[in-house]
């Protein structure tokens, strides 16, 4: 064999030697751990009256295009009601010797019988303790003792990158292992805006929903609970609670017996380009304040709407995505300060947090009309009748938008049925302010406008080119 050829053998063999060396061996990982992460199965008693199939619940909240996409992981995607009863599978693990153990809250929605299945084959039926759809956490309780309990990690150390693994039962699949790495931290997902989502490319699947996820240490870092998917299986984009939220939801229901969220009272949007733009900032950063709840903290601290919020208690705010989870874990009545842009000054604004209300607002909507559109936007408006306010929850000002054409308003996104609360830093007020207000606005420069649609309030930003 010649020379130079044994030496590259000898280098490639070397390289793969060295290669598979340091991949991660799980296997002492998963004795240990393995036996602490339990299948759920649940039963729902059929109803007496027909019903309409229950759809697999989904984030609420998503553009039409994304509404598909993320998944909760249940076993049976047509839960519901039908002629018998429905059942659904999942995962859990266990947390203390005593019997309390984790799974997901859409797991056990609604269910008359929760059936928890462990390593050993042992079956017993659990107890739910509590549980919160907002962030998606559910605690059971079984009536043993002495069992086998996982180790709770610190997800703030966790680094893009570093391996984890998951364990579970997707399609009913008991024990099922699955590695990967993590992809991304403090993902915020539709409908899981209190939860800063841990992001992996571990294979997850229907079934494994409520399993832990674990580090290198064999510590529990989160709890599996969506996907990504355009086909309702795992697509290399999977979503974990981080088990700091869980364990805090956990301490929250042993104490009390429910789970509360502290609250600003606000409506948040990210800040565009564009956005960033009109709002002269050199760059698009924090989170742009569109609405402002009557009574809230919010509105007894002085915020305003169309401040933008760049820190709290001084951790910075990059997107809006970043601000809930850190309002919705603080303390009730605590003090607590925000930094914001507000016309181009920073200031600072104190306030103390409030309680997350029980209901969400419900808004109406508001009536269309025709006429062609007048201006230079290339819509047409008409002040708002008592009845429209009355139904859109609008107290002052605003004018509903009636008809749009071709135009840097249609090129934004403003629809007809939209109600214009603010262009720039001018408040709207009627249809005079309204056509006062864009009579010299700039050319080739982003503008902000506030509009409100079915309910919920938003800036857009647009851009006259002529």
């Known amino acids: 064999m010649p020379k130079r050829l044994s030496s590259y053998l000898f280098l490639l063999v070397f390289f793969s030697l060295d290669a598979f060396a340091q991949l991660p061996d799980f296997t002492e990982m998963v004795k240990t751990n393995g036996i602490a992460v339990v299948n759920i199965s649940t039963t729902r008693k059929a109803k007496a009256e027909a019903a309409p199939p229950v759809q697999q619940q989904l984030p609420e909240g998503m553009p039409p295009e994304m509404e598909e996409l993320f998944k909760h ?4 995607p047509d839960d519901g009601y039908g002629p018998g009863d429905s059942q659904s599978l999942g995962s859990g693990f266990i947390i203390s010797s005593d019997g309390y153990l984790l799974t997901n809250h859409h797991v056990v929605k609604d269910a008359d019988e929760i059936i928890v299945k462990f390593s050993d084959r042992r079956e017993l039926e659990a107890k739910l ?3 919160d759809p907002r962030t998606d956490i559910a605690l059971l309780k079984v009536a043993a003792s002495q069992l086998p309990a ?3 990690g610190a997800p703030e150390k966790l680094q893009v990158g570093e391996w984890v693994l998951a364990i579970g039962s997707p399609f009913g699949f008991e ?7 993590v992809s991304a931290k403090g993902r915020s997902l539709p409908n899981g805006n209190y939860v800063p989502f841990i992001q992996t490319d571990v294979a997850i699947n229907p079934g ?3 399993g832990p ?10 709890i599996n609970s969506q996907i990504y998917s355009r086909t309702g299986g795992f697509m290399g984009l999977s979503f974990a609670i981080p088990i700091d939220v869980a364990m805090d939801v956990v301490n929250q229901i042993k104490a009390h017996g429910k789970v509360e969220h502290g609250w600003l009272g606000v409506q948040i949007q990210d800040v565009t380009r564009e956005l960033a733009e009109s709002f002269g900032m050199k760059k698009p950063e924090g989170a742009l304040v569109s609405k402002i709840i009557p009574g809230s903290p919010a509105e007894k601290s002085g915020l305003q709407i169309g401040d933008i919020i760049t820190e709290f208690n001084g951790q910075s705010i990059a997107s809006s995505g970043d601000l809930p989870p850190l309002i919705g874990r603080s303390t009730i009545n605590d003090n607590a300060s925000l930094k914001i842009i507000r016309q181009g000054e920073t200031k600072t604004v104190n306030f103390k947090i409030g309680r997350l209300p029980d209901q969400p607002e419900q808004v109406a909507e508001g009536e269309q009309a025709e006429t062609q559109p007048d201006n230079k936007l290339g819509i047409s408006v008409t002040d708002l009748s008592e009845e429209q306010r009355k139904g859109l929850e609008i107290v002052n000002g605003g004018v509903l938008v009636q008809q749009v054409g071709k135009g840097p308003a249609k090129d934004a996104g403003v629809e007809p049925g939209d109600v214009i ?3 720039q830093n001018q408040t709207i007020r009627n249809k005079r302010d309204f056509e006062q207000a864009i009579k010299n606005l700039p050319v080739g420069k982003s503008i902000a406008v506030l509009i ?3 309910g919920n309030p938003g800036f857009l930003a647009l851009k006259i080119d002529k």
């Open 150 to 152: 996982v180790s709770i």
């Open 208 to 210: 494994n929903s409520g």
């Open 421 to 423: 609360l603010r262009i």
């Open 129 to 131: 303790i509590g549980s």
């Open 73 to 76: 992981f249940f076993n049976n």
């Open 213 to 222: 996820l674990f580090n290198m240490q064999g510590q529990v870092v989160g």
């Open 452 to 454: 409100q649609r079915d």
């Open 175 to 181: 024990q099922s292992v699955t590695a990967g790495i």
